[in-house]
């Protein structure tokens, strides 16, 4: 009974039914990426009248996490790219890593040297502070 409250009246555990009759209804998937997030667009490739352009959305898998869109993925969704990244053999940059929850709030959140919330803290940053002197 709760996954059907959880579905019903909220966005970030899933689509909600609203967004799953609307993609049932006016969309076709187009792929899915490493993370099991359906990426979709309106069937036929129909111009949104209202956009101007053919609309693209994305049912995440689990939680709502814009950030777990993969760089190929997010080219198209923002129509950067009209090619499906599975089409063109898509292959990461060196420099692009791979996806990492955002920890803030968390224990595993950045705590940099002489935070008050860091655990093992021992000297406080008045004992690292060095004044600037424009000599």
């Known amino acids: 009974m709760k996954a059907i409250l959880l579905r019903i009246f909220t966005w970030w555990h899933g689509a ?3 967004t799953l009759f609307h993609t049932w209804r006016k969309g076709e998937k187009v792929g899915e990426d490493q993370y099991g997030n359906q990426y979709y667009q309106t069937k036929g490739q129909r111009v949104d009248p209202a956009l101007g352009i053919v609309r693209r959305w994305v049912i995440y898998k689990g939680e709502a996490d814009a950030s777990m869109i993969p760089a190929g993925w997010y080219g198209w969704m ?3 790219l009209d090619v499906l990244p ?6 990461s940059r060196a420099w692009e890593k791979p996806h990492q929850p955002n920890l803030t ?3 595993g959140a950045y ?3 002489g935070s008050i919330l860091q655990d093992n803290s021992q000297s406080s ?3 690292t502070y060095k004044p600037w002197n424009p000599a």
């Open 16 to 18: 909600t039914v609203g």
């Open 78 to 80: 923002h129509h950067k």
């Open 86 to 91: 599975h089409q063109e053999n898509y292959i």
């Open 105 to 107: 709030g968390s224990a």
């Open 111 to 113: 705590r940099p040297h």
């Open 125 to 127: 940053a008045k004992e």
